[in-house]
């Protein structure tokens, strides 16, 4: 199976913050790489697709890119409603496999 | 707009069976493949299976292979998870999420349901 490793596992940001978050694969993956957000009590939701590609509707301060085995989200300028925590998935073989996690919570 | 609602969780015994539905709407159900994705109290996210859009194929994570079947009904709109023999470990909120793309499987979801709460306790 693939392992997915995010990092950091949490930070502290203030709003304005550009913030970074990566996650590595334990093989090289293309770009079969997907982001998303998930606030405490409700389901995930996509931010960004195979890599870098922006999911309808999600605000363009949110960028991701990479590939291979090397992954970056990136906040631009972190707002109120973006404290939630991050998951990168791969989307390259089966069995899909998220990252571990990311949270986000304010300084 | 797309909507999932998903059904059937509570709590069950260990070794005991239960069956999780996913009614769709919003959409055209027959187009999309279809995955259910699981989530431990206070854990992570899991994948757990996919069912191809035509229900001609499926893929299990290891840790449910043997034990839950996932299958559709297309004319219901409808996706199912029977779970069997089940375990402590499989206590989670379940969801159904939709394959990011109709007619073809790239293995991203772009909607989810609320989840269904399913404990697995004595």
């Known amino acids: 199976d693939i392992q997915m490793t995010q990092s950091p596992s949490s930070l502290s940001a203030s709003v304005g913050d550009r913030v970074t978050i990566t996650c590595r694969a334990s093989?090289?993956?293309?770009?079969?790489l997907n982001w998303y957000q998930q606030k405490p009590g409700k389901a995930p939701k996509l931010l960004i697709y195979?890599?870098?590609i922006l999911q309808s509707g999600v605000p363009s301060r949110f960028r991701g890119s990479g590939s291979a085995t090397d992954f970056t989200l990136t906040i631009s300028s972190l707002q109120p409603e973006d404290f939630a925590t991050y998951y990168c998935?791969?989307?390259?073989?089966?069995?899909?496999?998220f990252g571990g996690g990311t949270k986000v919570d304010i300084k | 707009q797309v909507q999932l609602v998903e059904s059937g969780g509570g709590v069950v015994q260990p070794g005991r069976s239960l069956r999780l539905s996913c009614v769709a709407s919003?959409?055209?159900?027959?187009?999309?493949?279809m995955h259910w994705v699981r989530q431990a109290p206070g854990k992570g996210l899991e994948w757990v299976a996919v069912?191809?859009?035509?229900?001609?194929?499926?893929y299990y994570a290891d840790s449910v292979k043997g034990r839950f079947t996932i299958s559709r009904d297309n004319s219901q709109n409808t996706l199912y998870l029977q779970m069997n023999s089940l375990r402590a470990e499989d206590t989670a909120v379940y969801y159904c999420?939709?394959?990011?793309?109709?007619?073809?499987?790239?293995?991203?979801?772009?909607?989810w349901g609320q989840g269904t709460q399913v404990t697995v306790s004595s």
């Open positions: 999420a939709r394959e990011g793309t109709a007619s073809t499987i790239l293995y991203y979801f772009d909607s």
């Open positions: 069912i191809w859009y035509d229900g001609n194929t499926e």
């Open positions: 093989q090289a993956i293309s770009t079969s």
């Open positions: 919003g959409f055209i159900f027959s187009s999309y493949g």
């Open positions: 195979v890599a870098s």
């Open positions: 998935q791969q989307s390259y073989t089966s069995p899909l496999t």
